[in-house]
Protein backbone atom coordinates (compact mmCIF):
# COMPACT_ATOMS: atom_id res chain seq x y z
CA UNK A 1 0.00 0.00 0.00
CA UNK A 2 2.95 2.74 0.82
CA UNK A 3 4.23 2.06 -2.58
CA UNK A 4 0.84 2.66 -4.16
CA UNK A 5 0.31 5.26 -2.38
CA UNK A 6 3.93 6.90 -3.38
CA UNK A 7 3.07 5.91 -7.32
CA UNK A 8 0.07 7.74 -7.30
CA UNK A 9 1.41 10.93 -5.60
CA UNK A 10 4.83 11.07 -5.95
CA UNK A 11 4.88 9.85 -9.80
CA UNK A 12 7.09 11.62 -11.37
CA UNK A 13 7.63 13.62 -7.80
CA UNK A 14 5.39 15.27 -5.44
CA UNK A 15 5.04 18.27 -7.26
CA UNK A 16 2.75 16.66 -10.10
CA UNK A 17 -0.84 17.65 -8.76
CA UNK A 18 -0.23 21.27 -7.58
CA UNK A 19 1.09 21.28 -11.27
CA UNK A 20 -1.74 19.85 -12.56
CA UNK A 21 -4.61 22.20 -10.34
CA UNK A 22 -2.42 25.08 -11.46
CA UNK A 23 -2.45 24.26 -15.48
CA UNK A 24 -6.06 23.42 -15.79
CA UNK A 25 -7.57 25.96 -13.82
CA UNK A 26 -8.64 28.98 -15.54
CA UNK A 27 -5.79 31.81 -15.18
CA UNK A 28 -7.09 35.87 -16.04
CA UNK A 29 -3.15 36.95 -15.79
CA UNK A 30 -2.61 34.03 -18.72
CA UNK A 31 -5.30 34.53 -20.85
CA UNK A 32 -4.23 38.73 -20.76
CA UNK A 33 -1.07 38.18 -21.93
CA UNK A 34 0.16 36.83 -25.48
CA UNK A 35 3.30 34.03 -24.62
CA UNK A 36 5.42 33.32 -27.40
CA UNK A 37 7.04 29.92 -25.85
CA UNK A 38 7.17 28.21 -22.52
CA UNK A 39 10.47 26.69 -21.19
CA UNK A 40 10.08 24.23 -18.10
CA UNK A 41 13.36 23.25 -16.20
CA UNK A 42 13.15 19.86 -13.95
CA UNK A 43 14.22 18.22 -11.58
CA UNK A 44 11.41 18.31 -10.48
CA UNK A 45 10.30 16.97 -13.77
CA UNK A 46 6.76 17.41 -13.40
CA UNK A 47 7.74 20.68 -14.68
CA UNK A 48 7.51 19.21 -17.81
CA UNK A 49 4.15 18.02 -17.82
CA UNK A 50 3.13 21.34 -16.77
CA UNK A 51 4.92 22.92 -19.51
CA UNK A 52 3.34 20.97 -22.13
CA UNK A 53 -0.02 21.43 -21.19
CA UNK A 54 0.78 25.31 -21.30
CA UNK A 55 2.27 25.36 -24.15
CA UNK A 56 -1.40 23.73 -25.43
CA UNK A 57 -2.93 25.95 -23.50
CA UNK A 58 -1.30 28.94 -24.49
CA UNK A 59 -0.76 28.02 -28.01
CA UNK A 60 3.08 28.29 -28.08
CA UNK A 61 5.96 25.98 -28.52
CA UNK A 62 7.58 24.30 -25.08
CA UNK A 63 11.62 23.82 -24.27
CA UNK A 64 12.32 21.21 -22.21
CA UNK A 65 15.35 21.77 -20.04
CA UNK A 66 16.84 18.47 -18.06
CA UNK A 67 18.92 19.76 -15.49
CA UNK A 68 19.53 15.94 -14.50
CA UNK A 69 18.24 12.79 -16.67
CA UNK A 70 14.90 11.46 -16.37
CA UNK A 71 13.72 8.62 -17.56
CA UNK A 72 17.58 6.84 -17.76
CA UNK A 73 18.56 8.27 -14.41
CA UNK A 74 21.96 6.59 -13.92
CA UNK A 75 21.69 6.02 -10.18
CA UNK A 76 18.57 3.60 -10.96
CA UNK A 77 14.79 3.89 -9.41
CA UNK A 78 14.19 6.38 -6.22
CA UNK A 79 13.81 3.64 -3.31
CA UNK A 80 10.94 5.28 -2.01
CA UNK A 81 8.81 5.18 -5.68
CA UNK A 82 10.27 2.42 -7.50
CA UNK A 83 7.16 1.62 -9.58
CA UNK A 84 6.98 5.49 -10.74
CA UNK A 85 10.60 5.50 -11.59
CA UNK A 86 9.93 2.61 -14.04
CA UNK A 87 6.81 4.92 -15.51
CA UNK A 88 9.26 7.79 -16.35
CA UNK A 89 10.15 5.70 -19.77
CA UNK A 90 6.79 6.00 -20.76
CA UNK A 91 6.22 9.91 -19.06
CA UNK A 92 9.32 11.24 -20.68
CA UNK A 93 8.57 10.51 -24.81
CA UNK A 94 5.06 11.46 -24.30
CA UNK A 95 6.34 15.01 -22.81
CA UNK A 96 9.11 15.02 -25.62
CA UNK A 97 7.15 14.08 -28.28
CA UNK A 98 5.30 17.72 -27.65
CA UNK A 99 8.51 19.89 -27.52
CA UNK A 100 10.31 22.09 -29.77
CA UNK A 101 13.52 21.85 -28.14
CA UNK A 102 15.40 19.64 -25.30
CA UNK A 103 17.88 21.18 -23.38
CA UNK A 104 20.66 19.27 -21.34
CA UNK A 105 23.51 20.17 -19.32
CA UNK A 106 26.05 18.22 -20.34
CA UNK A 107 27.33 16.67 -23.85
CA UNK A 108 27.04 13.62 -23.27
CA UNK A 109 23.63 13.78 -22.13
CA UNK A 110 22.60 15.53 -24.90
CA UNK A 111 24.63 13.00 -26.81
CA UNK A 112 22.28 10.70 -25.41
CA UNK A 113 18.81 12.41 -25.64
CA UNK A 114 19.56 12.61 -29.36
CA UNK A 115 20.02 8.36 -29.72
CA UNK A 116 16.81 8.20 -27.58
CA UNK A 117 14.88 10.53 -29.74
CA UNK A 118 16.56 10.65 -33.28
CA UNK A 119 13.00 10.00 -34.67
CA UNK A 120 12.02 13.35 -33.16
CA UNK A 121 13.03 15.22 -36.44
CA UNK A 122 11.27 18.09 -35.63
CA UNK A 123 12.80 18.49 -31.79
CA UNK A 124 15.63 20.21 -31.54
CA UNK A 125 18.38 19.00 -28.95
CA UNK A 126 21.02 20.84 -27.52
CA UNK A 127 23.06 21.53 -24.21
CA UNK A 128 24.17 24.63 -22.39
CA UNK A 129 26.80 23.93 -19.61
CA UNK A 130 25.89 24.88 -16.13
CA UNK A 131 28.58 27.58 -14.68
CA UNK A 132 29.82 29.30 -11.69
CA UNK A 133 27.92 32.84 -10.44
CA UNK A 134 29.44 36.39 -9.44
CA UNK A 135 32.93 37.16 -9.55
CA UNK A 136 35.40 34.97 -11.71
CA UNK A 137 38.41 35.80 -9.63
CA UNK A 138 37.84 34.93 -5.84
CA UNK A 139 41.21 34.70 -4.95
CA UNK A 140 41.73 36.25 -1.34
CA UNK A 141 45.18 37.16 -0.10
CA UNK A 142 47.24 34.61 1.93
CA UNK A 143 46.60 37.68 5.38
CA UNK A 144 43.01 37.07 4.23
CA UNK A 145 42.80 33.29 3.78
CA UNK A 146 44.31 32.79 7.20
CA UNK A 147 42.19 34.78 9.12
CA UNK A 148 39.13 32.61 7.69
CA UNK A 149 41.11 29.28 8.16
CA UNK A 150 41.49 30.75 12.01
CA UNK A 151 37.54 31.37 12.03
CA UNK A 152 36.07 27.78 10.56
CA UNK A 153 39.20 25.61 11.47
CA UNK A 154 41.02 27.13 14.82
CA UNK A 155 42.51 24.03 15.74
CA UNK A 156 44.03 23.42 12.76
CA UNK A 157 47.96 22.81 12.45
CA UNK A 158 48.74 25.85 9.67
CA UNK A 159 50.59 23.77 7.04
CA UNK A 160 47.86 21.18 7.27
CA UNK A 161 46.44 20.71 3.61
CA UNK A 162 42.55 21.85 3.73
CA UNK A 163 40.60 19.50 1.05
CA UNK A 164 37.06 20.70 1.28
CA UNK A 165 33.58 19.46 0.14
CA UNK A 166 30.28 21.27 0.09
CA UNK A 167 26.86 20.00 -1.24
CA UNK A 168 24.93 16.55 -0.03
CA UNK A 169 25.88 13.27 0.57
CA UNK A 170 23.31 10.68 -0.42
CA UNK A 171 22.54 7.79 -2.60
CA UNK A 172 25.47 6.76 -4.40
CA UNK A 173 27.54 9.66 -3.31
CA UNK A 174 28.89 7.37 -0.72
CA UNK A 175 32.29 8.56 1.57
CA UNK A 176 33.53 4.99 1.75
CA UNK A 177 34.39 6.01 -1.84
CA UNK A 178 37.02 8.65 -0.36
CA UNK A 179 37.56 7.03 3.09
CA UNK A 180 38.82 3.65 1.35
CA UNK A 181 41.57 5.41 0.22
CA UNK A 182 42.30 7.45 2.77
CA UNK A 183 43.04 3.94 4.74
CA UNK A 184 45.85 2.83 2.27
CA UNK A 185 48.14 6.26 3.20
CA UNK A 186 49.87 6.22 6.24
CA UNK A 187 49.39 7.72 9.43
CA UNK A 188 51.84 10.34 8.71
CA UNK A 189 50.49 10.88 5.19
CA UNK A 190 46.58 11.55 6.92
CA UNK A 191 48.61 13.93 9.29
CA UNK A 192 48.92 16.41 6.66
CA UNK A 193 45.34 16.61 5.38
CA UNK A 194 42.12 17.09 6.54
CA UNK A 195 39.20 16.64 4.54
CA UNK A 196 36.44 18.15 5.56
CA UNK A 197 32.36 18.51 4.45
CA UNK A 198 30.07 20.82 4.49
CA UNK A 199 26.28 20.27 4.20
CA UNK A 200 23.80 17.81 5.04
CA UNK A 201 24.54 13.98 4.90
CA UNK A 202 21.83 10.89 5.43
CA UNK A 203 22.25 8.82 8.10
CA UNK A 204 23.61 5.96 6.96
CA UNK A 205 26.53 8.19 5.93
CA UNK A 206 26.44 10.17 8.64
CA UNK A 207 27.21 7.20 10.87
CA UNK A 208 30.51 5.91 8.18
CA UNK A 209 31.81 9.45 8.37
CA UNK A 210 31.87 9.85 11.97
CA UNK A 211 33.51 6.43 12.82
CA UNK A 212 36.38 7.35 10.12
CA UNK A 213 36.86 10.77 11.31
CA UNK A 214 37.30 8.83 14.89
CA UNK A 215 39.74 6.16 13.61
CA UNK A 216 41.58 8.28 10.98
CA UNK A 217 41.93 11.77 12.36
CA UNK A 218 41.75 13.60 8.82
CA UNK A 219 38.08 13.74 8.65
CA UNK A 220 35.56 16.35 9.54
CA UNK A 221 31.72 17.30 9.23
CA UNK A 222 30.60 20.95 9.14
CA UNK A 223 26.44 21.46 9.49
CA UNK A 224 24.90 23.09 7.17
CA UNK A 225 25.72 26.90 6.26
CA UNK A 226 24.95 29.55 4.76
CA UNK A 227 25.91 30.29 1.15
CA UNK A 228 28.26 33.47 2.46
CA UNK A 229 29.38 30.80 4.87
CA UNK A 230 30.28 28.45 2.44
CA UNK A 231 32.44 30.92 0.21
CA UNK A 232 34.41 31.95 3.26
CA UNK A 233 35.16 28.27 3.88
CA UNK A 234 36.15 28.13 0.37
CA UNK A 235 38.94 30.91 0.74
CA UNK A 236 40.58 28.53 3.59
CA UNK A 237 40.72 25.79 1.62
CA UNK A 238 43.87 24.86 -0.37
CA UNK A 239 41.96 22.56 -2.07
CA UNK A 240 38.88 20.68 -2.94
CA UNK A 241 37.39 17.23 -3.11
CA UNK A 242 34.32 15.97 -5.20
CA UNK A 243 32.15 13.01 -5.17
CA UNK A 244 30.32 11.52 -8.30
CA UNK A 245 30.46 7.66 -8.86
CA UNK A 246 28.14 5.91 -10.74
CA UNK A 247 27.16 8.02 -13.82
CA UNK A 248 29.22 9.54 -16.43
CA UNK A 249 27.10 12.13 -18.41
CA UNK A 250 26.39 14.50 -15.31
CA UNK A 251 28.70 17.21 -13.74
CA UNK A 252 27.87 18.10 -10.09
CA UNK A 253 27.26 22.09 -9.84
CA UNK A 254 30.09 22.30 -7.18
CA UNK A 255 32.40 21.50 -9.61
CA UNK A 256 31.82 24.72 -11.06
CA UNK A 257 31.11 26.65 -8.08
CA UNK A 258 34.90 25.80 -7.34
CA UNK A 259 36.24 27.26 -10.48
CA UNK A 260 37.09 30.71 -9.69
CA UNK A 261 38.99 29.83 -6.34
CA UNK A 262 42.28 28.74 -8.47
CA UNK A 263 42.57 25.52 -6.25
CA UNK A 264 43.30 22.30 -6.87
CA UNK A 265 40.48 19.47 -7.32
CA UNK A 266 40.17 15.98 -6.54
CA UNK A 267 37.34 14.01 -8.50
CA UNK A 268 37.12 11.03 -6.71
CA UNK A 269 34.13 9.86 -9.61
CA UNK A 270 33.41 7.42 -12.53
CA UNK A 271 34.73 8.15 -15.99
CA UNK A 272 32.73 10.53 -18.26
CA UNK A 273 31.87 14.15 -18.78
CA UNK A 274 33.04 15.52 -15.09
CA UNK A 275 36.44 13.85 -15.25
CA UNK A 276 37.21 15.32 -18.39
CA UNK A 277 36.66 18.88 -17.32
CA UNK A 278 39.45 17.99 -14.57
CA UNK A 279 42.18 16.96 -17.32
CA UNK A 280 40.97 18.72 -20.13
CA UNK A 281 41.46 22.43 -18.12
CA UNK A 282 43.95 20.77 -15.86
CA UNK A 283 41.79 21.35 -12.68
CA UNK A 284 43.44 18.77 -10.89
CA UNK A 285 43.44 14.97 -10.08
CA UNK A 286 40.67 12.69 -11.07
CA UNK A 287 40.46 9.34 -9.31
CA UNK A 288 38.67 6.20 -10.01
CA UNK A 289 36.03 5.74 -6.83
CA UNK A 290 36.42 1.99 -7.61
CA UNK A 291 39.91 1.44 -6.89
CA UNK A 292 41.03 2.70 -3.22
CA UNK A 293 44.62 2.23 -4.43
CA UNK A 294 43.87 5.33 -6.94
CA UNK A 295 42.58 7.72 -4.86
CA UNK A 296 45.59 7.32 -2.20
CA UNK A 297 47.95 7.88 -4.99
CA UNK A 298 45.51 10.95 -6.34
CA UNK A 299 45.90 11.93 -2.44
CA UNK A 300 49.69 11.69 -2.24
CA UNK A 301 50.36 13.64 -5.31
CA UNK A 302 47.96 16.14 -4.22
CA UNK A 303 49.96 16.37 -0.88
CA UNK A 304 53.67 16.20 -2.67
CA UNK A 305 52.68 18.83 -5.77
CA UNK A 306 49.69 20.73 -4.23
CA UNK A 307 51.38 24.20 -6.11
CA UNK A 308 51.66 22.50 -9.40
CA UNK A 309 48.33 20.08 -9.22
CA UNK A 310 46.24 23.03 -10.89
CA UNK A 311 47.59 23.90 -14.86
CA UNK A 312 47.11 28.39 -14.69
CA UNK A 313 46.61 28.49 -18.43
CA UNK A 314 43.99 25.50 -18.28
CA UNK A 315 42.08 27.16 -15.06
CA UNK A 316 42.03 30.59 -17.18
CA UNK A 317 40.49 29.03 -19.99
CA UNK A 318 37.62 26.96 -17.63
CA UNK A 319 37.08 30.77 -16.44
CA UNK A 320 36.29 31.83 -19.50
CA UNK A 321 34.25 29.05 -20.88
CA UNK A 322 32.50 28.22 -17.83
CA UNK A 323 31.41 32.09 -16.59
CA UNK A 324 27.60 31.71 -15.63
CA UNK A 325 26.55 34.73 -16.96
CA UNK A 326 28.25 34.37 -20.56
CA UNK A 327 26.68 31.01 -20.66
CA UNK A 328 23.19 32.72 -19.41
CA UNK A 329 23.49 35.26 -22.30
CA UNK A 330 24.05 32.41 -25.21
CA UNK A 331 20.79 30.44 -23.48
CA UNK A 332 18.93 33.82 -23.39
CA UNK A 333 19.58 34.21 -27.16
CA UNK A 334 18.76 30.90 -27.94
CA UNK A 335 15.42 30.90 -26.61
CA UNK A 336 14.15 33.99 -28.21
CA UNK A 337 15.34 33.00 -31.39
CA UNK A 338 13.20 29.67 -30.99
CA UNK A 339 9.89 32.01 -29.96
CA UNK A 340 10.92 34.91 -32.10
CA UNK A 341 10.75 37.21 -28.55
CA UNK A 342 12.17 39.58 -26.43
CA UNK A 343 10.92 37.86 -23.38
CA UNK A 344 10.94 34.16 -22.12
CA UNK A 345 7.65 32.57 -19.87
CA UNK A 346 9.81 30.72 -17.38
CA UNK A 347 8.64 27.43 -15.93
CA UNK A 348 11.16 26.73 -12.90
CA UNK A 349 9.29 25.33 -10.09
CA UNK A 350 6.09 24.11 -9.67
CA UNK A 351 5.26 23.86 -5.95
Not at 279 to 301: C, D, E, F, K, S
Not at 322 to 345: H, P, Q, T, W
Request: hydrophobic residues 40%; charged residues 20%.
Amino acid sequence: MRFMYRLITSTPDEALWPSLVRALLPSRSLSARRYMLVVSSGPPHSAHILAVLLGRKLRCPVVLEFRDPWARAPWGPKPTNPWGSHLARHLEPLVTSQARALVAVTNRHRDQLRRVYRHLRHVEITAFPNGYDGSPDRFVSRSEAAALRKKWFPTLPSGRVLCTHAGSLYRKRDPRYLIRGLVHLTAREREKICFVHVGPVVAKHRAVLERAAKDLGCLQVIEPVSPDEVHEIYAASDAFWILQPGTAIQVPSKLYEVIPYGRPLLFVGSEGEASEIVRQYGLGLAANPANPHHVAAAIRTLLANKAHAIDPNGWRRAINDFNGRVIADKYARFLCELGGMSAVFLVTRTA
